[in-house]
């Protein structure tokens, strides 16, 4: 089962010359952090105001999958 998810800030007045830049910066901290946790999604989309920083993903993965580990250490 997927679903869209919206992260959103706002924030003081940000500079208008900065503003691409820490829009790109969010949107890849966003990304790699979900690649990072294998959470799946299709699409992540990035919006900037000078007030708000926001990153749309799309098809996001409600669950996440089921990993096993096996740990080897002392008999208790």
Do not use: H, Y
């Amino acid at each position: 089962m997927t679903a869209d998810f919206l992260v959103e800030i706002g924030c003081e007045e940000l500079p208008p010359k900065s503003l691409k830049e820490l829009e790109a910066a969010f949107l890849d901290g966003i990304t790699k952090k979900l690649q990072l946790a294998r959470v799946n999604f299709s699409n992540a989309t990035s919006f900037s105001t000078p007030r708000r920083l926001a990153v749309l993903v799309s098809d996001l993965d409600t669950t996440t999958p089921v990993e096993q580990q096996l740990i080897w250490g002392p008999p208790i």
